[in-house]
């Protein structure tokens, strides 16, 4: 299936550290998501954008709707050990007024303390 | 709020058995709800989408007979491997999205099946 693609996909960071990750698409998306997945469990929703160029935060984190719809960026400021986890970009797509979504690649994080 | 449950978080069953997972949103309705399935280190992919009190649409190359949803209500919806062989070993991930809540997708904590 489509996917979307997102870099880097795996990082090692000290605690403390800030984090960048991005997702780019080849498609336009209405809505831009990033989710977090620890191991065994569903994804957690993070940060939902809706608007182009739209800047939301969530405590530490910080993503971007790109101007173009076709990306997004998610920032961690100062990280902790319990930001270690696979982190997802998701772009949502109507059709037929039903939505769905396109998932990226994944950006694996590890903090070493 | 928003909080999506799935049953049973974990199975293992014999090769050429039926296994049935339910979704199941918690505290509010769902017009749809997705299903997805995840390979170890791997992204979640689109399975099917599932509307209350219609046929589920399949993604490509997901058989429709294997993979059995329900969606009896508008808060909960199943999903049936048939006849499960080893090669279905996955988590599978439901989602919800909340009514008149736009596009925002809930999910619930998966289920891990083990086929032997």
């Known amino acids: 299936g489509q996917q979307l693609n997102q870099s880097p996909q795996s990082m090692f960071i000290q605690e403390g550290e800030d984090v960048s990750m991005n997702c780019t698409s080849s498609s336009i998306f209405n809505t831009w998501l990033w989710y977090k997945q620890d191991p065994g469990e569903g994804p957690v929703l993070l940060i939902a954008?809706?608007?182009?160029?739209e800047l939301t935060s969530n405590g530490r984190l910080t993503a971007q709707f790109g101007i173009t719809r076709k990306d997004s960026f998610l920032n961690i400021s100062a990280s902790i050990p319990s930001d270690v986890g696979i982190y997802f970009c998701a772009g949502s797509e109507e059709t037929s007024g039903t939505y769905k979504y396109i998932f990226g690649t994944g950006t694996r994080l590890k903090v070493l303390a | 709020g928003a909080v999506v449950s799935q049953h049973p978080s974990r199975v293992i069953c014999k090769s050429g058995t039926s296994v049935k997972i339910e979704c199941r949103s918690l505290d509010f309705q769902a017009t749809t709800m997705f299903w997805y399935r995840q390979f170890p280190k791997q992204s979640l992919m689109l399975m099917a989408t599932s509307n209350e009190g219609s046929k589920a649409t399949y993604e490509q190359g997901v058989e429709k007979d294997k993979f059995l949803i329900n969606h009896a209500s508008l808060t909960l919806s199943t999903l049936t491997v048939t006849s499960a062989h080893p090669e279905d070993s996955s988590f599978y991930i439901c989602?919800?999205?909340?009514?008149?809540?736009?596009?925002?997708?809930?999910f619930g904590p998966g289920t891990r099946l083990l086929v032997l």
């Open positions: 954008l809706y608007k182009a160029g």
């Open positions: 989602s919800a999205i909340l009514l008149g809540g736009g596009e925002t997708q809930y």
